[in-house]
């Protein structure tokens, strides 16, 4: 009886709340309705209870009101989907359920605040005015609601003095997720504090709520052994509150998990890495101290095995053990002086590369990785050392000096009687010259080179370190001439290789020394290793760099980051895009030196002079017509617009290279030109029973090592396959069985008028027999280009050559790259041009990136 009649008081204070209410009337109702119910103090007293209408109507309901945990928390769906309410509780634990109060959050302490500042108005304002603010006093200290889903006027209102607590619908949605986490519901927690932070991203608490759910999502992560994913949500975590409860232990579980999987895999460069991660953001975690005390005994183990080694002289193994030891655990105290003092007395240079020497399976000549270390693996009588102009210019290791005798047709040679403890190469004898020399010249040794024996008449050694060398016709120049005669098989990979020739060997004339230069020694899988063969002897002031290992790696970017790290300490090739990059990066260059190759690398195409197709001119210009030189330069090679380190060539030599003809041009890319001469060398292989019909057979493409080749040759191939030349791509790091009808190949062709015959012919030497599958006037003029003897002749005749190759497109010159290394500022190197990459190394010095000066 009591709860119908409060509920009539309020409705029919909001239906007369527009009109003037009677005070008597008001006051005595009001007063009832306290006597009969302290209920009555929720609603505002009307003057006179309503009958029933006149159609007997019945009277409505009263208003819905819950005990406190009587209603549970609404669910999800509920909450994100249907219409918003918040819950008045009374401070009789009464509730009832409302739509959205406001003002909102914090609504009692915010109407509290307003009827402070109210009273603070009332007690300055003038006494007419006092009136007016008192009523809104009054009316300040009652909440208007809106009851949803309830018959006749839903508003109310409520006195605020009465309201023990408001639980907004955002504290409603606050509480189910809480309620989710602990049921480690977490999509769903997810979803609810995602659409809270939408909608109102300052409400109070939500800030702790979604660091309670991150560390539960973490940990729920952490059981179903996503230790990274975990990890990224603890980072989260920390970035909000570092000293949030349980982050330090559930952090280092994660932590724990990755270093043990690191070390399982022998990978303890990662392990460190998660390990510092650690104690940089935990000092002093029990993870950490776990494992430092671990890893440091086993780096002292091997700190003990590096000092036995040493003393036994085996300096190469006590290297190893310290970087070992660096590689293991780079914190430990003993390593700092054992490490330096170790890497200093053998030092092993490390490179990253993605391609290794030897790595050339299906590409049978010198890839690009066998060119940087041929320098040192076998030694040259005379070497490139600078460049001018497109002229190269030699110097030797092994001569005192060659002059010249009866206008150049004889040669007198002085060896040097003395060398550097640094040298990578010993002091040689004329016996080491002149059987070399004689091997060359032999008809029946297999080193045989048939174009140099007939230049050389007689040699003549006249003491150990001298000899003189007469020549049937003058070369036009010697050096490059001689630049055939090595020391040292480039392809051996024995600890030692014997200088003794058997007795049957009639080129010997005394006995051989072991020039010297480096050799390959075993590594582990995925590296490739050159050690010196002369080692440097004890008591020297300073030591050089004992052993070369390449590292190989998956891409340049990988490269680089093992270069930050400290893995390695040179990159011999970058890709110009980084080059690029680094040479703006100040301080990138604050540690490492960007240096300039003195030779680029030019890239062609090169034919099969055995194919029977490819003896067709037009297919040959079809397929030169289709390749777009200078969309490949910039897309693929250069990734660059302006072609800044990249230039198109017309030939197999260096763009400003004096045997180019400068009246030859580029060939141009046409589609158009490249469709009618394919179409016109299919009638002609047809008319010659070449091929059957009009269908030419699939093409073998050998591409030499490297992601930018493959990548250029990809696009070639695909052009090609538009113009109606099938292309089937054999990349060079694959088995093959020799075929091949078209080649991508690089080379640094510094001497054209030596190196033109031996590169047409696809060979090491130049022999006449190599040239019977060219035409006649080819041959012709690369014997005629050979018997020359007048340097300018020589160069005019090269010129008209180079000139009658790109009208019969011989070959499809592409381009030509600059080439750049990057050292670590460590390494001391004294060559300020470099030729190579490892020019000079054997005078390299290097500060160990683990001393303190690094």
Known sequence: MTHKLLSRFVRFGHEVGGCVRAAVCFGTLFAAAIVLHPTFALAQPEAEVPAADENGAPEPDPDPVHKVGDLPVPSIETLLNERAVDWIILDTDDFYVVESVVPRPNTLEKRKLEIEQKQEERRTAPAEQRKAISEELEELNFLYVALPDVSGNPERRIPTRLIKEIVHHEDLMMRRAKMLLDE???????????????????????????NEFLLADGK?????????????????????????????ENYGHGIDALVAEAVADDDYRRATFHLEELTSRFPNHPVFEKYDSQFTAQVNKLITEADAASQSGDYRTATMKVEEGARIWPRTPALLPAYRKHALRYQRLHAGVLSLPEDGKSFFLPTPADLRVQPLKSLPLFEVSRMRDGTAYYSTRFLDEWEPYDLGRRMKFTLRQFRQPSDMHQVIGSPDVVTQLLRLISPDHPEYDERLASYIENVTVHSPLEFTIEFRRVPPRIEPLLEGIRFGNPNSSNESESTDASETDNTLIGPLTDVGGYRRVAVPEGQYAIQRVLPEPDGLPGYHIAEIVEHKYGNFEQAVQALMRGEISVLPELPDWLVRQYQEDEEFLNSYRLEKLELPLVQILQFNPQSRVLKTRELRRGLAYAVDREKLLKEFILRDEQMRHGRIVTGPFLSDSPARHVLVEPRRYDISSAIAMVVAAKKILAIQKVIEGEELPRLKFLVEPGPLQEEAATEMARVWGIIGVPVDIVVGTEEGNGEWDIMFRSLQMTEPLVEIWPFLTVSERAQLSDLDDYPDWLKQEIVDLDRTSDQSRALERMQELHRHLWVDAALVPLWEIDQYRVCRKTISDSTAKPIHPYDGVDHWAQEPWYSPTH
């Open 184 to 210: 480690k519901d977490i999509e769903h927690a997810f979803e609810l504090i995602s659409r809270l932070e939408k909608d109102w991203s300052a409400w109070p608490g939500i800030d702790a709520l979604h």
């Open 220 to 248: 729920t992560r952490l059981e179903a052994k996503n230790w990274n994913e975990a990890l990224t949500i603890f980072r989260e975590l920390y970035s909000r509150d570092k000293q949030y409860a349980g982050l330090s």
